[in-house]
C-alpha cells in the first residue's frame, strides 16, 4: 500500500470536506478517490469520516490523522528534496585533489564557483600529485582529481581538457632572456629541471620525448617538488625548466620566455570513478575547466560570504582592517 499517496488524498478530503471538490483539486474521478480513503480506513483500523449526514465530517480519529498527516507529508517533502540536492552534487562532501603547484588564486577560483553552483557542498581538498591522486581515486579515496595528462588508467571519466603552453623559465639576467622565443635546441648543454617522474609519469615521459626531438637533451634531469626549490636552481644557473607562465609569476628573478613553435602543451583535467562516480564530480570538472582555461583568475575580493563557503577557512592577503594600525594585515 503506497501509504503517503492515500494520506496525501486523506488531506486534501479533509480540507474540503467534500469528495466532489476534492476529487477535482487531486484532478481524479471522485470513484477511485473514496476507495482510496476506504483503503487508508482499512489500514489503519478506524473510521477517518462520518458519512452519514449530508455533510462530511472527520471523526476524532480523522482530526489526530490530519495533523499527524501533515508533518508526515512536509517530512516526505523535505526528504525528496534533501535526495535530489545530493543528486545533482549540490550537498554532502566532495574529495578532491589538485596538482601541488596550482596557483593560490586558481584554487580561490574555483573554490567561489563551486561555492556559487552547490553552497551546501562541503569541497575536502587535498593537495596531491598526478600520480597520488590515480591511486586514491582507484582506492575509492578520493571523488574527483586534477590530472596532468597523458593518463594510462582505465575505469576513469574525464571531464574537458584545458592546454596551457609551457615554456622556458630562465634567469632575468641570462642571455637567452632577452629572445622573445626560446628555440629548445637553444638550450643544449644546460640540465633541466622538473617534477620527479612518480609525481606525473606520462607528462615527464612526454616532456623529456619532445625536448629530445627537438634538440635539447638534457645531460641532466633534476628533480623539484615545489617551486621555491625549482626556482633555486635554475637562479644558481646552469639549469632550466619548463613550466607554465603562471609558475614563473610568483619570483620576479626568473624570465619565462615561450618555446618557438610551441611543441609543448601541459593539458590537465578532472577524472573521476566510472562506477559508482560522486554527482558532484562532473561539475567540479566542468568548473575546473573554465577556471583553467582563464589567462589569470580575478584577484579580487571573493564575492561569496565566507560562511557560504565550502571550506573552512581561508586566509586573505592584504585585507584592509580599519581598526589596524596600518590598515593592512598580511598574512
Not at 469520516?49 to 501533515?70: C, K
Not at 575536502?124 to 571523488?143: K, V
Not at 638550450?187 to 609519469?201: S, Y
Amino acid at each position: 500500500m503506497d501509504l503517503l499517496r492515500h494520506l496525501g488524498h486523506f488531506v486534501v478530503v479533509a480540507r474540503e470536506l467534500h469528495f466532489g471538490r476534492a476529487a477535482e483539486v487531486l484532478g481524479m474521478a471522485q470513484p477511485p478517490l473514496s476507495q482510496s480513503i476506504q483503503r487508508l480506513e482499512r489500514e489503519l483500523g478506524a473510521v477517518l469520516f462520518d458519512r452519514s449526514q449530508r455533510q462530511v465530517r472527520l471523526t476524532t480519529a480523522g482530526q489526530l490523522l490530519l495533523g499527524e498527516a501533515d508533518e508526515l507529508l512536509a517530512g516526505e517533502r523535505r526528504l525528496r528534496n534533501l535526495i535530489d540536492q545530493v543528486r545533482r552534487g549540490e550537498l554532502g562532501v566532495l574529495r578532491a585533489g589538485v596538482p601541488p603547484e596550482t596557483p593560490a588564486v586558481t584554487l580561490r577560483a574555483l573554490l567561489d564557483a563551486l561555492a556559487a553552483r552547490a553552497p551546501g557542498l562541503d569541497v575536502d581538498l587535498h593537495e596531491l600529485t598526478t600520480a597520488e591522486q590515480l591511486r586514491m581515486l582507484t582506492e575509492g579515496q578520493l571523488d574527483v582529481g586534477l590530472l596532468h595528462q597523458p593518463v594510462d588508467r582505465s575505469g576513469l571519466r574525464f571531464g574537458p581538457a584545458v592546454a596551457v603552453p609551457v615554456g622556458v623559465l630562465l634567469p632575468r639576467a641570462a642571455p637567452l632572456a632577452r629572445a622573445r622565443h626560446v628555440e629548445l635546441a637553444d638550450l643544449a648543454g644546460l640540465d633541466l629541471i622538473t617534477a620527479p617522474p612518480a609525481t606525473a609519469p606520462g607528462w615527464h615521459d612526454h616532456l623529456l620525448a619532445v625536448c629530445r626531438e627537438h634538440g635539447f637533451a638534457p645531460p641532466r634531469v633534476r628533480h623539484a617538488r615545489n617551486p621555491e626549490f625549482l626556482f633555486g636552481l635554475v637562479l644558481a644557473g646552469g639549469a632550466v625548466a619548463v613550466e607554465p607562465e603562471a609558475t614563473a609569476r610568483r619570483e620576479p628573478r626568473i624570465a619565462w620566455r615561450p618555446i618557438a613553435g610551441t611543441p609543448l602543451v601541459r593539458r590537465t583535467s578532472a577524472a573521476w570513478p566510472s562506477r559508482a562516480a560522486h554527482p558532484a564530480a562532473p561539475m567540479f570538472g566542468q568548473l575546473a575547466a573554465e577556471v583553467l582555461g582563464r589567462d589569470e583568475p580575478p584577484p579580487g575580493p571573493a564575492t561569496i560570504a565566507p560562511a557560504a563557503r565550502p571550506w573552512p577557512v581561508l586566509f586573505e592577503a592584504g585585507e584592509v582592517v580599519p581598526d589596524h594600525p596600518s590598515g593592512v594585515v598580511q598574512s
